[in-house]
């Protein structure tokens, strides 16, 4: 079955480390994104690539990076610079074609300690 | 620019009650519409969505959700709530403005009372 897989699902960050977050999705779509999500937030874009070798920032990629090397894989990179990364970390892909939806992975939560 | 409001952040109903949640959009060209569901600490997974085709569209666990262009809505309906109903509801446009790219509402939390 297709789909789309972020991993972990829990991961723990001491102060002043950078993480890599997992995504990798066999849809064969072509458009990736990157979501933080906060109790009573909602969903905040962080990075979006629409081809592979290009991506753009979102609304909130300060303290973030990505890379998107191959079609299947979106890695997140969550950098020291990020003051409050404590959060769940949301990775969706779509066709990126008029009227199509997004598959979103099981997410990750990302905990400082 | 598009967007979407959601009102209220929360709803509460009984269980075998309907279910409303409202959702409103702007949008300067004719949209595409989403529902979306999330469990806890899940990800979204599509409830339904409008693309033109009619303006009533029937979804996943018996949920509905009606495009009414004259209100700029698109709210999400069932006949009878569950108690495994309970989760967060999101809904989303998507136009040529946005390149295709979903805006999302802030999200509802469906509270359902036994």
């Known amino acids: 079955d297709g789909g789309i897989t972020q991993s972990p699902k829990y991961l723990f960050r001491k102060e002043g480390q950078n993480v890599t977050l997992s995504c990798e999705q066999n849809l064969n779509h072509d458009a990736m994104y990157w979501y933080r999500q906060d109790p009573g937030q909602g969903l905040r874009l962080i990075y979006y690539s629409q081809i592979v070798n290009d991506f753009q920032k979102g609304d909130i990629a300060e303290g973030y990076s990505v890379s998107r090397e191959k079609k299947e894989s979106f890695p997140l990179t969550v950098t020291s610079a990020q003051k409050n990364p404590t959060a769940f970390y949301l990775c969706?892909?779509?066709?990126?074609?008029?009227?199509?939806?997004?598959?979103f992975g099981s997410g990750t939560r990302l905990t400082v300690v | 620019a598009q967007s979407v409001t959601q009102l209220g952040s929360h709803v509460s109903v009984s269980e075998g009650a309907l279910v409303l949640l409202r959702c409103n959009y702007s949008s300067s060209v004719p949209p595409y519409l989403f529902w979306y569901v999330q469990y806890p600490n899940q990800g979204l997974q599509l409830l339904l969505k409008y693309t033109s085709a009619a303006t009533l569209v029937k979804g996943i666990n018996g949920f509905e959700a009606e495009f009414k262009k004259s209100e700029t809505s698109f709210h999400l309906t069932k006949p009878s709530a569950h108690m495994s109903d309970a989760a967060e509801y999101f809904c989303?446009?998507?136009?040529?403005?946005?390149?295709?790219?979903?805006?999302w509402g802030a999200g509802t939390k469906l509270i359902i009372k036994p």
């Open positions: 989303a446009v998507s136009d040529g403005d946005s390149n295709y790219q979903l805006i």
């Open positions: 969706a892909s779509s066709m990126g074609r008029q009227g199509d939806g997004y598959t």
